[in-house]
């Protein structure tokens, strides 16, 4: 399932590229002022539980997967980019996800429930469909920059909304879940979040290795996100594909009771 589809990219701001300098000539560390801009794609899968209340209070746990294959062929319109403005060690990040996904088919792997008894369905129709939006702003400190390799710490704030749907049909009733069903939600969340991102060069040469980490709270219990991957530097840019994992766990209460989010993100960076 597609729910909050990068959502916690937190402050992904240049996943792709991560902080460093772009073309020999320019220095983005030298005090003046630098901006940079990065539209990506990420192509992700998901592993999502999520908990419906049945008749007389009781919760049934229920685990769906989704591949990428599944979001890319039912995506309707997708703008993803992210970008920050550098003055000497100071940088301010932005970044900003909007998806529309239109039904897809997706798996009801197994359900929970209440007493701790498990059950694999048999899945004769699932699908589910996504509208959100996301936007991330944070500062940070450059902690490392040495012409070949920079690292970057900061602190920031997101805000994600997503408008969800899952539709199921099954061969057969499943205890308290009835064999076909639709249920409608909508979550929204505020996060504060740290971390690091950077860059690691490879002396003499265009490449480079991204690398990117956060972990955050607020309305969300925890939500915690890794990237790396490679890069190569052109005269006009960077071009990067990594590869993300995001974990996402919301308090106590909602629909969703964790997310796990895992696919290769293609993007570029151009430095102005």
Do not use: C
Request: charged share 15%; net charge negative; aromatic share 12%.
């Amino acid at each position: 399932m597609r729910i909050l589809l990068a959502a916690s990219a937190l402050a992904s701001a240049l996943l792709v590229a991560g902080p460093g300098p772009a073309r020999a000539d320019v220095d983005p560390y030298d005090g003046g002022w630098h901006s940079s801009f990065s539209p990506y794609l990420w192509l992700s899968g998901s592993d999502m539980t999520l908990d419906f209340k049945m008749p007389g209070g009781s919760v049934s746990r229920v685990m769906v997967s989704e591949s990428p294959f599944d979001v890319l062929k039912t995506l309707h319109f997708a703008a993803m980019g992210a970008g920050d403005i550098r003055k000497g060690d100071w940088v301010v990040i932005a970044d900003l996800i909007y998806a529309s996904v239109g039904d897809g088919n997706t798996s009801v792997r197994n359900i929970t429930f209440p007493d701790g008894s498990v059950q694999i369905p048999i899945n004769l129709h699932t699908s589910d469909g996504l509208q959100e939006l996301v936007v991330t702003a944070g500062a940070g400190y450059a902690v490392l920059h040495d012409g070949v390799s920079s690292a970057d710490i900061f602190v920031g704030l997101r805000a994600a909304a997503a408008s969800t749907k899952l539709e199921w049909r099954f061969a057969g009733p499943l205890g308290l879940v009835p064999q076909s069903g639709l249920v409608r939600n909508y979550e929204s969340l505020w996060d504060g979040i740290v971390g690091m991102r950077g860059r690691i060069g490879i002396e003499g040469t265009p490449w480079f290795v991204p690398y990117y980490a956060d972990i955050g709270t607020g309305e969300s219990h925890i939500t915690a996100q890794l990237m790396t991957g490679v890069g190569y530097t052109f005269s006009w840019g960077d071009l990067g594909l990594t590869y993300r994992y995001l974990y996402y766990r919301p308090e106590r209460g909602g629909t969703v009771a964790r997310l796990g989010m895992h696919g290769f993100l293609l993007g570029t960076t151009l430095r102005f």
